[in-house]
Nanobody, 126 residues
């Protein structure tokens, strides 16, 4: 199992930007497909973005496409989520997750990810 620790959340106004980080330890980071999910109050956890082990492929949810960007630095064992033009509806706890190396980005499911961080709160105010 890989250990994941998120950081970078906070309270921001609508339209602002934040960058979330997720630091991994315990196993070879470059062997994992990494993703971000989020859970808003009273709602189920939902997919946000995913990146392949080599960073050669990424996919974002339609709700954040064009505003959020996922990236990773395998030398630093860290995955990032750059969030721009934040909206009120982006308010949620954001989780990073690690999945298997050979995961098909286009069809991945939440259940494919076996390791999760504790989450970081992002609150967007008007």
């Amino acid at each position: 199992q890989v250990r994941l620790v998120e950081s970078g959340g906070g309270l921001v106004q609508a339209g602002a930007s934040l960058r979330l980080s997720c630091a991994a330890s315990g196993r070879t980071f470059s062997f994992y497909t990494m993703a971000w999910f989020r859970q808003a109050p009273g709602k189920e956890r939902e997919f946000v973005a995913v990146i392949s082990s080599s960073a050669g492929a990424t996919r974002c949810a339609d709700s954040v496409k064009g505003r959020f960007t996922i990236s990773r630095d395998n030398a630093k064992n860290t995955v990032y989520l750059q969030m721009n033009s934040l909206k009120l509806e982006d308010t949620a706890v954001y989780y990073c997750a690690a999945g298997p190396l050979r995961l098909t980005i286009a069809t991945m499911q939440e259940s494919d990810f076996g390791s999760w961080g504790q989450g970081t709160q992002v609150t967007v105010s008007s």
